[in-house]
C-alpha cells in the first residue's frame, strides 16, 4: 500500500477538527526535528559554561597573584627610592666630612707653627717663673729704698 501524502488543504477538505489535529501534528514534527538540533547544542553549551566558570575562576585567580605582585613592585620601588635618597644623604654627608676634614688638616698645620712658639713661650715662662721670687726681692727693695 502507499503511502499517501497529506497537507494542509486536503486535511481541510475532510474536516475542520482534523485541521487542528494536522498543525498540531506538524508543529510536533517540526518542534522535534528542531530539537534534535538544539539538544546537542545546549549540552554543548552546559560543558562550555562549565568550562567558563573553571576558566574565570583561574583568571581571578591570576588577577589576584598580578595585584599583589603589583603591590609588591610597588614597595619596591617605594623602598628603592627610599634606598636612594638615603644614598645621597649619605653621599652629602661624606662630602661635607671630606670639607671639614680638609678645613681641620689646614687648621692643624696652621697650628704647627704655633705649637712651637707656644712651646718656647712655655719654656721662657718657666725660667722667668723660676727668677719671680728673685725679682719680686730685687723690686721691693727698690720700692723700699727707692
Not at 12 to 29: D, F, H, I, Q, R
Not at 39 to 51: C, G, I, N, Q, Y
Request: glycine share 4%; hydrophobic share 40%; net charge positive.
Amino acid at each position: 500500500r502507499k503511502r499517501e501524502e497529506w497537507d494542509e488543504k486536503r486535511a481541510k477538505s475532510a474536516s475542520t477538527p482534523l485541521l487542528g489535529m494536522y498543525l498540531w501534528v506538524e508543529a510536533m514534527v517540526k518542534y522535534h526535528e528542531i530539537l534534535k538540533i538544539v539538544t546537542p547544542m545546549r549540552a554543548k553549551v552546559a560543558v562550555l559554561t562549565e568550562e567558563l566558570k573553571v576558566v574565570q575562576a583561574k583568571l581571578a585567580e591570576k588577577r589576584d597573584a598580578l595585584r599583589i605582585l603589583d603591590e609588591r613592585i610597588q614597595d619596591l620601588e617605594k623602598m628603592h627610592r627610599e634606598k636612594i635618597e638615603y644614598e645621597n644623604s649619605l653621599t652629602n654627608e661624606i662630602n661635607n666630612c671630606k670639607v671639614k676634614l680638609e678645613r681641620a688638616e689646614k687648621l692643624i698645620k696652621g697650628l704647627q707653627g704655633e705649637k712651637i712658639r707656644w712651646t718656647n713661650t712655655v719654656e721662657a715662662l718657666k725660667v722667668r717663673h723660676g727668677l719671680l721670687i728673685g725679682d719680686s726681692l730685687v723690686s721691693a727693695g727698690m720700692v723700699s729704698y727707692g
